[in-house]
């Protein structure tokens, strides 16, 4: 837990989201300015701040990350989705919370630049 973070604050119910699957390594809801219909963030429940350090410190819950994913777009968007990490101020990270945008339900474009 981070003190000033807004998605440690989600997890811990403090501020509210539309919570779409928890478990004991993650924590999946909706992104309240939606991009794509079906617009989720996975996060971890230890407070790490980008992927890779996900990956360094927090390897199973990178892990179940990704597991989380699929299932929401198994449930949502017929298994197919796109998972974006935005990965510094430059990238468009703009909660350093580590989060995996799930998006699908659409034909999606390709131009992230
Ligand atoms: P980033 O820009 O860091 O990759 O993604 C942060 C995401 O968090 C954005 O897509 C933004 O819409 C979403 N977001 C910001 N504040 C809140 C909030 O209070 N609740 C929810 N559900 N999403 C938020
Ligand atoms: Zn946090």
């Known amino acids: 837990m981070s ?3 807004l998605f440690c604050k989600i ?11 928890e478990n004991e390594h993650v924590v999946a809801f ?13 996060i971890p429940r230890t407070h790490v701040k980008d992927v890779a350090a996900a990956a360094a410190e927090v390897p199973q819950e990178l892990a179940a990350m990704a597991l989380a ?3 929401i777009a198994d449930a949502e968007c017929g298994g197919e989705f796109r998972w974006v990490f935005n990965t510094g101020a430059s990238a468009g990270q703009s909660v350093f919370h580590v989060h995996g945008h799930v998006l699908g339900g659409t034909e999606l474009e390709w131009n992230p630049a």
């Open 69 to 71: 994913a699929q299932e």
């Open 3 to 5: 003190e000033d973070c």
């Open 11 to 21: 997890i811990d119910g403090d501020i509210p989201a539309t919570k779409v699957l």
């Open 30 to 42: 909706r992104d309240i300015a939606p991009k794509a219909p079906v617009h989720v963030l996975v």
